[in-house]
Nanobody, 121 residues
């Protein structure tokens, strides 16, 4: 079994900051990519940021310079530091990881339950 537990969402005023966390646990052999997605009401889920095991990062254009993704490989945890938040950042944010489970063959993808981020104007 693999579990992803997200935390850190909430309500914040425009210009404020939030930090999301996602802890991964279970029979994990190796985690490769760790990602954050978001889905606003009436919109498709979009990739916000991604980080490889080696620490290479990539961001959606809409969040570049404002959001920072990081990971702690020892804790199997990924973070998303969100600064200068805008109302258009309002969405449910989902943690997504690709990993190999112990003795379970190919790489698989897992999702967190989602955490609401609301930015008021």
């Amino acid at each position: 079994q693999v579990q992803l537990v997200e935390s850190g969402g909430g309500l914040v005023q425009a210009g404020g900051s939030l930090r999301l966390s996602c802890a991964v646990s279970g029979d994990i052999f190796r985690i490769t990519a760790m990602n954050w997605y978001r889905q606003a009401p009436g919109k498709q889920r979009e990739l916000v940021a991604t980080i490889t095991k080696g620490g290479s990062t990539n961001y959606a254009d809409s969040v570049k310079g404002r959001f920072t993704i990081s990971r702690d490989n020892a804790k199997n945890t990924v973070y998303l530091q969100m600064n200068s938040l805008k109302p258009e950042d309002t969405a449910v944010y989902y943690c997504n990881v690709n990993l190999f489970r112990i003795g379970r063959g190919p790489e698989s993808e897992y999702w967190g339950q989602g955490t609401q981020v609301t930015v008021s104007s």
